[in-house]
């Protein structure tokens, strides 16, 4: 199985940005469909954004960070990324990198019961 390591985390102030990073060992990224959930103090584990393996086509993302996060993945470097612009104090949470197997599927089917693999996460903070 495949294993992940975020990175890139940290504290920022509302309105600023950050870049999280996952690296993959024991396996090849491009294998899998990727994607990012968070989870915040004292909340369930919750979608953020998810890619196909291949990078193109359709992207998910979760309402409350459409048009603010971008994520990518560079299959050469078996990496995945997450632009993270105009931050919120309600973006505070530990981010973590996932993958959910060999296709994007539905918007539906990212849920957190649903992913194979995960990372052990990265923390962000985001000060008012």
């Known amino acids: 199985q495949v294993q992940l390591v975020e990175s890139g985390g940290g504290l920022v102030q509302a309105g600023g940005s950050l870049r999280l990073s996952c690296a993959a060992s024991?396996?090849?990224?491009?294998?899998?469909?990727m994607g990012w959930f968070r989870q915040a103090p004292g909340k369930e584990r919750e979608f953020v954004t998810a890619i196909r393996r291949n990078g193109g086509g359709t992207t998910y993302y979760a309402d409350s960070v459409k048009g603010r996060f971008t994520i990518s993945r560079d299959n050469a470097k078996n990496t995945v990324s997450l632009q993270m612009n105009m931050l919120k104090p309600e973006d505070t949470a530990v981010y973590y990198c996932?993958?959910?197997?060999?296709?994007?599927?539905?918007?539906?089917?990212?849920?957190?019961?649903?992913?194979?693999?995960w990372g052990k996460g990265t923390l962000v903070t985001v000060s008012s």
């Open positions: 024991g396996g090849t990224l491009s294998n899998y469909a």
């Open positions: 996932v993958t959910r197997g060999w296709a994007l599927g539905y918007y539906s089917d990212w849920t957190a019961g649903g992913m194979d693999s």
